[in-house]
């Protein structure tokens, strides 16, 4: 038996023995290349990450900038029709200041006249001038 069966069973453990220092050896390598696998796929999902805070940076940037020049577009248009506002408002008052001065004139000779009075014109025209100053 010594000579037939153990030197079979001393050669099965032998390379069983093999195998498994094998098996083992190729399950560390295993296990550092998906450590590896783990480290690259960490990495690009962190790389990807910060491509993507970059690129919303920069369209915040972008879409202010936008804002920002649609902002002084509005507020050149809006003064610009503040100021129209105001030629008109001014010219409207000019107007209105020089049809006063006709009616009165004219209300103020027909009351001297009404009333048995005679006004000149210069008069009444001094007399209403001094009047509308205050």
Do not use: C, F, H
Request: proline residues 1%.
């Amino acid at each position: 038996m010594s000579r037939i069966a153990l030197p079979r069973i001393g050669g099965a453990l032998a390379d069983r023995a093999g195998t498994i220092t094998n098996d083992l050896a190729e399950a560390e390598d295993l296990k550092s290349r998906a450590l590896e696998a783990e480290q690259a796929y960490e990495k690009a999902l962190a790389d990807a990450r910060a491509e993507a805070q970059n690129i919303n940076v920069a369209m915040r940037a972008e879409i202010q900038g936008q804002l920002d020049e649609e902002l002084a577009k509005a507020d050149a248009e809006i003064s610009a029709r503040t100021e129209e506002a105001a030629a008109a408002l001014a010219e409207i008052r000019s107007s209105a200041k020089a049809n006063v001065k006709t009616v009165a004139k004219a209300t103020a000779k027909e009351i001297v006249a009404a009333m048995g009075g005679k006004a000149d014109a210069k008069t009444v025209t001094a007399a209403v001038t001094e009047r509308m100053k205050g």
